[in-house]
């Protein structure tokens, strides 16, 4: 599309519109597979490297619990600056790739600290902290900038299968991971451990420099028209106004809520099914991948369907109402006194979980995609920056909070079930904030067109 000449006209985009200038379903599966890599970067921090240094190294679980929390904490401010910057770059490409280069960096980092904590545990704190915050900078500089490409050149009818190819191969990349690295890692010690760290970012890098390879040549810059003019405006300007609009609050809000609930069960699933129903550890891990079997069959379904009817924001709102339900039925499960209603209830879990996160995630995506002022790294930036506090608090909340009402209800089951009924209160929040988004976001659009018009008449 040329830049257009009508005086009413000024505030058009000058680069073409993603349903004209839309990737194909190729080159978004292709960068699927960065989210993937990322995925594989982290995932042995949050694995392997957390059961080393608690178990082999003997050394605290708050420990690795830090780690984890400071990859998330410096998200919180990196997501939306690196996102605005990548905004005003014209290419989303470099940024990925520079970022995945940082986290393979601080991924190797990590795990070469290990062996430093063995003979000083406090040096060794400290160079590991350090390094899971440039882990944290990594994900921010790589993974920011690909959502935002995805969300600018994703058309409206392929972002709900976007959501789901990004997410369901990063979910492949991890298991992938997982087993690679264990079975490579026997028998263990810390060079085997840092090899195997450098490997995996090692390809990790590659397979993004192979799924980027190409993907942006011919596609002109999505920036509003008179941007290069004016410059870049400042970080702290576009995030007022961003942060201005009701339905990005809104969404923020969500976002967090929901993410914070969903996390919180990382930690006490199993750990219930034990306490409650008796099951072994290699019941309750069997237990886990039925969960997990159930949030891919959540996001595929929602993915089928969303692509044919309904808003994204309304899966979204779905999802997180059908969470809410089921937790509840978690907290009635134990009176019934049956694993294999249990197991349905934990399926079911899932199912409603990937609906959730599909309609999520294509929200975010449709959020900034459909704006044309050349602002969706920051506004991917600020959602994630949501995302990541919310998975801080609410992974290490869950534990904590189970521990509190347990003290409080002087019963294990109980402590468990508590926890259970904040979830579904808290899922209940997220789908009345998504339908406050939803309607906040149509209301704003409504507003533009009527100054639009106005606009018009008057020139």
């Keep these: ?129 350090l390094a899971s915050m440039l882990l944290g900078a990594g994900v921010s500089a790589s993974g920011t900038p ?38 490579l890692l026997d028998p263990f010690s810390f060079t085997r451990l840092i090899a195997i760290a450098g490997g995996i970012g090692g390809v990790g890098l590659l397979v993004s420099w192979l799924a980027t390879l190409g993907v942006e040549k011919g596609l002109r810059p999505v920036m509003p028209a008179g941007a290069a003019a004016r410059g870049h405006a400042s970080f702290r300007h576009t995030v007022r106004t961003v942060w201005q609009e009701p339905a990005a609050r809104l969404f923020s809000g969500f976002i967090f809520l929901a993410m914070f609930a969903y996390s919180a069960q990382d930690l006490i699933l199993e750990p219930f099914a034990g306490v409650a129903f008796g099951m072994t550890p290699g019941e309750s891990t069997k237990l ?27 899966w979204a709102a779905a999802g997180c109402a059908a969470s809410a339900v089921t937790y509840l039925a978690l907290v009635a499960s134990p009176g019934l006194f049956s694993v294999p209603v249990f197991t349905l209830v934990v399926v079911l879990l899932g199912i409603a979980n990937g609906v959730f996160a599909i309609g999520a995630i294509g929200s975010m995506m449709a959020l900034t995609g459909d704006k044309s002022d050349g602002r969706a790294g920051l506004r991917l930036g600020v959602f994630g920056a949501a995302q990541a506090l919310a998975y801080a608090v609410g992974t290490m909340s869950g534990a904590a909070g189970v521990d509190l009402a347990r003290a409080v209800f002087d019963s294990p089951v109980r402590g468990y079930l508590a926890v259970f009924g904040v979830q579904a209160f808290f899922f209940a929040a997220s789908a009345w904030l998504a339908l406050r988004s939803a309607s906040s976001e149509r209301a704003n659009e409504v507003f533009q067109q009527r100054g639009e018009m106005l606009s018009a008449v008057i020139q």
């Design 288 to 314: 886990s991948g039925a969960h997990h079997g159930g949030v891919l069959a959540g996001m595929i379904l929602a993915a089928l369907l969303a692509s044919r009817t309904g808003q994204l924001r309304h």
């Design 1 to 129: 599309m040329g830049t257009a000449v009508a005086p009413s006209s000024a505030a058009m985009p000058v680069a073409a519109s993603a349903a004209e200038s839309g990737m194909s379903w190729w080159h978004l599966t292709r960068l699927g597979f960065v989210q993937a890599a990322i995925g594989a970067v982290v995932v042995l921090l949050t694995t392997t490297i957390n059961r080393v240094i608690v178990v082999e190294l003997g050394l605290p679980a708050l420990i690795p619990g830090l780690l984890v929390a400071l990859h998330f904490a410096v998200q919180l401010y990196l997501r939306p600056r690196l996102g605005h910057d990548s905004d005003g770059h014209g290419r989303r490409t470099p940024w990925i790739l520079g970022g995945m280069a940082v986290c393979a960096v601080g991924g190797v980092g990590v795990a070469a600290s290990v062996p430093v904590m063995a003979e000083h545990p406090v040096l060794g704190v400290v160079l590991a902290s």
């Design 146 to 183: 690909l959502l935002a490409l995805m969300s600018e050149r994703a058309r409206p009818s392929q972002r709900a299968g976007a959501a789901a190819i990004t997410w369901i191969l990063m979910i492949v990349g991890i298991i992938i991971t997982a087993a690679t690295s264990g079975s």
